[in-house]
């Protein structure tokens, strides 16, 4: 039985006489009042309000279109059972729809042989009848009623197979969906033809895409980026590695302890948001970006409710990597108790408590220095890494990667020279000198050679010499607070 069946039904047990349902789907309580009304009141039948058509099944020669006509219909003759009222939320700031429905609450709980049930997408509850309305969250649908659409959908495409084992890994994948959007991206990728488990989950992933683009401030990552892109930092390669099958529903049904998220810091350009990415590639789970920037902005409203909406939107899409990036821009210390950014940051060290298990919190930081203990405190994020300049070893592995990447062959690039020049460089640093280089070649008509990539390596200034006195502080703060992204002991620059 679904969670929304058992609430309803808890609502109905209370003798709740006037419920609100804040969920946008009126097909799947429709469904669920269907196999209530009957169970929990004698005889009972479901019927059914919009401002359209008024009550179905229709009165004859009265016209219950008008909201306060439909509730006083519903008062004088009532039918045992539930009475849905779809598009009731709004008028509920007339003052005739209130005192109608704060007269229908005290008729019919007396018998309680009949209850009136509103459903809207939104929460629009006057003050005037918080007392009597029973205020229900529905939750999105669980992974056996998307599995069971998903079911549905699949007998009408015979050829389409789904094993037992992918049956649980699209259950899961398809969270944070309703039963329709569920049907709707199934529907597209079965009559697409070719159907793989991995058309299938990319179709899942497009679909979750767009729902992060409606909020505007979540920005769906494509997994494009895996640890075999990422130079060195072998110290977080293997933490996330260690936990890569905690981080599954088979994980949190076993009561295994599932992974809540990291905050990687450090110098910039070392590969703090490629671990970001390379985390949420290796465990195959949606990766979203917020955007914090805009969540402050004022442009969706008020920021702690921005907030509030983003990370509801990001429980919903579960299981998912929640990346925020520079996270010390937007949680530095407050000093205003009352102010936007005090009341969101209290409101993320609450949530990171209390968080739904699939839900992995990937944050980076700068000056990791500037954010308050109690965001770093073991119990919130798993583990704090410190990103260093790479040493010799990791440049190497950084070379052979971005070479590969940009077309250079084995052996058209001498790498050991390369590493005497680019001591005391970032990753990023490392990179951009190789797309410099790969440009000279095209434009030259050749492949890159060694003097292509030299000409930069021994031009360009690094971050550690131009900033050396920022750096040393950030080395200094993160030697006994944090642990190694990287394995082995530091090159000293």
């Known amino acids: 039985m679904s969670k929304l069946t058992d609430q309803i039904r808890d609502a109905f047990k209370g003798r709740r006489a006037l419920i609100y ?73 007339e003052p005739r729809v209130a005192r109608a429905l704060r007269d229908a609450y005290y008729t019919l709980a007396g018998d309680y042989r009949t209850c009136v049930v509103l459903v809207s ?17 529905v939750e999105m649908p669980d992974s056996d009623e998307l599995l069971a659409q998903a079911l549905a959908v699949q007998k009408l495409y015979p050829t389409v197979q789904l094993t037992p084992k992918f ?31 991995k058309t299938i989950l990319e179709g899942v992933f497009a679909e979750k895409k767009v729902l992060a683009r409606k909020s505007g401030y979540l920005e769906f990552v494509p ?17 996330a590695m260690q936990r890569k099958s905690l981080f599954t529903q088979e994980a949190v049904k076993a009561g295994a302890p599932i992974p809540k998220g990291v905050l990687v810091m450090g110098i910039s350009g070392c590969g703090k948001s490629m671990l970001a990415k390379a985390i949420a590639g290796l ?28 990370l509801k939107t990001i429980e919903a899409l579960a299981p998912a990597v929640l990346w925020i990036d520079e996270i010390e ?50 119990g919130r994020f798993d583990q704090v890494f410190f990103c260093d300049l790479p040493d010799e070893s990791e440049r190497r592995e950084i070379l ?12 058209d690039v001498d790498i050991d020279p390369i590493l005497v020049h680019t001591k005391g460089w970032s990753g990023s640093e490392i990179e951009q000198a190789i797309v410099a280089a790969r440009i000279d070649a095209m434009q030259g008509g050749r492949r890159m050679t060694t003097n292509d990539l030299r000409k930069y390596t021994t031009t360009m200034v690094p971050l550690s010499k131009t900033m050396s006195e920022q750096i040393k502080a950030i080395r200094d703060w993160a030697f006994d607070r944090a642990t190694p992204a990287s394995q082995g002991k530091r090159s000293n620059y």
């Open 121 to 137: 997408p939104t929460v629009v509850l006057p003050e005037t009848l918080e007392k009597e309305i029973s205020f229900i969250e």
């Open 283 to 310: 465990w195959q789970v949606p990766l979203f970006r917020l955007d914090m920037n805009l969540v402050f902005s004022g442009i969706y409203g008020r920021p702690e409710a921005a907030f509030h909406r983003a």
């Open 223 to 239: 997994l494009k980026t895996d640890m075999t892109k990422v130079g060195g930092l072998g110290n977080v390669k293997e933490w």
């Open 400 to 411: 052979n990667i971005h070479l590969k990447s940009n077309g250079a062959q084995p052996g």
């Open 329 to 378: 821009s937007s949680f530095c210390t407050p000093k205003d108790s009352a102010s936007s950014q005090s009341l969101t940051f209290t409101a993320f060290l609450t949530w990171m408590q209390e968080k739904p298990p699939l839900v992995f919190v990937a944050a980076t930081a700068n000056r990791i220095e500037t954010l308050p203990a109690e965001i770093i405190r073991k």
């Open 21 to 93: 349902l804040q969920t946008p789907e009126e097909d799947r309580v429709v469904t669920a009042l269907q196999t209530l009304a009957p169970q929990c009141f004698p005889g009972g039948t479901l019927t059914t309000w919009s401002c359209l058509k008024g009550l179905e099944p229709a009165i004859q020669g009265v016209d219950t279109r008008d909201p306060v006509a439909a509730i006083e219909q519903i008062v004088t003759h009532p039918r045992p059972g539930c009475y849905l009222m779809k598009d009731l939320s709004a008028f509920l700031a």
């Open 167 to 197: 049956q649980s890994e699209l259950a899961l994948s398809l969270r944070g969906l309703t039963l329709q959007e569920t049907a709707h991206v199934l529907y597209r990728v079965f009559s697409a033809g070719a159907v793989t488990e």
